[in-house]
């Protein structure tokens, strides 16, 4: 991310080891969602390319208006090259953390 650029995600997640210290700086996440109602526009646009040059490869979209995940991956210098949407009955892993995975569901708080 530029010195400029202070996106603040919703959540995000770090992997971090000590040999990666030297490569890379633990602040660049691995993993962001954001929790969108109001902020959709910005969040699938102005965002989503700063995350996709900063090379965080694994960005979702928590669409509380369509309840739904919109899960944007293989990120480029324009944006993501890769988009899916997935419903509330559906569930995914993480590409940082293969032993997590997330139920839909969960992520929006439906019963």
Not at 13 to 23: G, I, N, R, T, W
Not at 28 to 56: F, H, P
Request: aromatic share 8%.
């Amino acid at each position: 991310m530029s010195k400029t650029s202070e996106p603040e995600p919703d959540f995000a997640l770090v992997s971090f080891q000590e040999s990666d210290a030297a490569k890379r700086h633990p602040a660049c996440a691995d993993w962001v969602m954001e929790i969108s109602d109001t902020t959709l526009s910005l969040d699938r646009n102005k965002k989503a390319r700063v995350y996709a040059q900063a090379g965080i490869r694994d960005y979702w979209i928590l669409n509380m208006q369509k309840k739904r995940l919109e899960v944007r991956r293989q990120p480029t210098e324009e944006g993501y090259a890769s988009l899916t949407l997935l419903s509330p009955d559906q569930s995914l892993g993480l590409l940082a953390f293969p032993e997590v995975e997330l139920k839909v569901a969960d992520l929006l708080g439906d019963d």
